[in-house]
């Protein structure tokens, strides 16, 4: 597990395609020049691992692209020791932006094999969640809450209430809607009851697995 001189130049170089592509929080392009992100693709991979581009992981999942990280990233306005919910762990590299912009990060992972070899591996390069654990994304953690943010990392079919309800009053969730396509979708919290929705472009992500009973 080697991050060297030559891979700083290569993030360097992301930094710069995706300040490219609009961009613009030096926290979020700080954070992305900072994660090593080669370590957290499988070996076949890893000499495309400053590209900007998803590539697949485990359990059918995708790493996602650096792009759509710093974008969703953006989107919720991170501020030191805020309380960020993440929905879908995977690969861990989105958890790893996040907590080296100084969130507390809290994260929910549904595949088995994802969880494990995740929650073994982020401490090794000292990212350390909050709280990671393995359950359905759909219901959040409703002890935990209420969150600052609130970031879901797969395409999902519908907006699910408990994620809105368990966002403080001024807090942000970051969701992909849609089922081939997604139009991401930016929910600010402005009451009890209100909500702010921004529609922010197609991307796509691979499917949130659908609601367990």
């Given amino acids: 597990m080697k991050d060297t001189h030559k891979h700083q130049g290569l993030r360097n170089q992301l930094v710069k395609i995706i300040s490219e592509k609009g961009i613009t929080d030096k926290n979020v392009l700080k954070a992305i020049a900072a994660v090593p992100r080669h370590l957290f693709m499988d070996s076949g991979f890893v000499d495309f691992a400053y590209q900007d581009k998803a590539f697949p992981i485990a359990a059918d999942q995708t790493i996602s ?18 309380k960020i919910l993440e929905i879908g762990t995977g690969s ?15 994260t929910i992972e549904r595949q088995q094999e994802l969880f494990k ?29 209420p969150f600052d943010g609130i970031i879901v990392t797969a395409g999902a079919p519908f907006v699910p209430n408990a994620l809105l309800s368990q966002l403080k009053i001024g807090g ?18 402005t009451s009890e009851k ?20």
């Fill in 65 to 82: 692209q650096p792009y759509t990280v710093a974008f969703q990233t953006q989107l919720l306005e991170v501020k030191p020791n805020q």
């Fill in 92 to 106: 861990g590299y989105q958890t790893a932006v996040l907590i080296e912009m100084d969130a507390k990060v809290y």
């Fill in 194 to 213: 209100d909500f702010e929705k921004h529609e922010l472009g197609q991307f796509r992500f691979v499917p949130m697995l659908k609601e367990r009973n």
């Fill in 117 to 145: 070899k995740t929650k073994l591996f982020l401490p090794k390069l000292n990212y350390k969640p909050k709280k990671m654990v393995f359950g359905d994304g759909y219901k959040g953690l409703v002890n935990e809450a």
């Fill in 172 to 189: 942000k969730l970051v969701i992909p809607i849609g089922d081939d396509v997604q139009i991401m979708t930016l929910f600010v919290r």
